[in-house]
Nanobody
Framework: QVQLVESGGGLVQPGGPLSLSCVASGTILSILFLGWYRQVPGKQRELVAGITSDGSINYADAVKGRFTISRDNAKKTVYLQMNSLKPEDTAVYYC??????????????WGQGTQVTVSS
C-alpha cells in the first residue's frame, strides 16, 4: 500500500513564498505522473502543476511563472515551490501520485491535503 504525506502548508502574507513537499512510502515500481492540485470550498479540485515520467511539466495558467514543481524519484518525493503568492491561491493543496505498483497494475494515490492561506 502506498501512502503519501504532505508537509509545508501554512499562513503566508501576499507576495511571500511557501514550499510544499509530498513523500510516498510503500512499494512503487515506477512513477507515471506527479501532480499538485488545489481545492476551495464549493469548487472542483483543479490541477495546479504536473510532471510526467518523461519530465514534461505543465502549469495552470493562474500559477505560471510563480510556481515550480520538481521531483526526486529516488526519494519518492514531489515538491511545489510557490512564490509571489496571492490571496486567490488560498486553498487546500493535494499531491497526487500515479504509479505502477506491479508490471500490470497502475494506481492513483492522494495526499491528505495541506491548507495554504495567503492573507495579510
Amino acid at each position: 500500500q502506498v501512502q503519501l504525506v504532505e508537509s509545508g502548508g501554512g499562513l503566508v502574507q501576499p507576495g511571500g513564498p511557501l514550499s510544499l513537499s509530498c513523500v510516498a512510502s510503500g512499494t512503487i515500481l515506477s512513477i507515471l505522473f506527479l501532480g499538485w492540485y488545489r481545492q476551495v470550498p464549493g469548487k472542483q479540485r483543479e490541477l495546479v502543476a504536473g510532471i510526467t515520467s518523461d519530465g514534461s511539466i505543465n502549469y495552470a495558467d493562474a500559477v505560471k511563472g510563480r510556481f515550480t514543481i520538481s521531483r526526486d524519484n529516488a526519494k519518492k518525493t514531489v515538491y511545489l515551490q510557490m512564490n509571489s503568492l496571492k490571496p486567490e491561491d488560498t486553498a487546500v493543496y493535494y499531491c497526487n501520485f500515479q504509479v505502477s505498483v506491479t508490471p500490470i497494475r497502475h494506481s492513483d494515490y492522494w495526499g491528505q491535503g495541506t491548507q495554504v492561506t495567503v492573507s495579510s
